[in-house]
């Protein structure tokens, strides 16, 4: 599975991409909106990894563009701020389907990742051709 992983601080980032591709995972790491809305314009992608605060642009655009362009993909969000943390975020952005703290075990980031990767491949249904 493919998973764009949007993270301003590169070592983080550098570290969560290493843990995946470990499982197996195809990587792209991008630090802000500008990177990552050019990764969803040119490649498929199962799940984003996205710091909800990122240091250039926003995470909400970033969400709602791969919401608009790949609405099969899940999106985990991870930060180092309280925002959100009564769970309104799941009713602002309809890919949205964790939300955890940036300091979370890469192992379990990665756990996650397959988890909601698996779930977003199924095929969706098609009308019959015949």
């Known amino acids: 599975m493919q998973v764009l992983i949007v993270e301003s601080d590169a070592e ?6 290493r843990h995946m591709e470990r499982r197996g995972h195809r990587v792209l790491l991008t630090c802000d909106q500008d ?9 498929s992608f199962g799940v984003l990894l996205l710091d909800l605060v990122l240091g250039t642009g926003s995470a909400f655009a970033v ?5 608009f362009r790949q609405p099969e993909a899940r ?5 180092d701020t309280a925002f959100f943390s009564d769970g309104s975020i799941f009713r602002h952005l309809q890919n949205a389907a964790a939300f955890l703290p940036s300091g979370t075990p890469p192992e379990d980031l990665v756990a996650l990742v397959d988890h909601y990767g698996a779930r977003g ?3 969706p249904c098609r009308p019959d051709d015949g």
């Open 35 to 43: 990177e990552a809305i050019a990764a969803l314009m040119q490649d």
């Open 12 to 17: 983080l980032g550098s570290l969560w991409a």
């Open 75 to 79: 999106v985990i969000f991870v930060t």
């Open 63 to 67: 969400a709602d563009y791969a919401s």
């Open 121 to 123: 491949s199924v095929s």
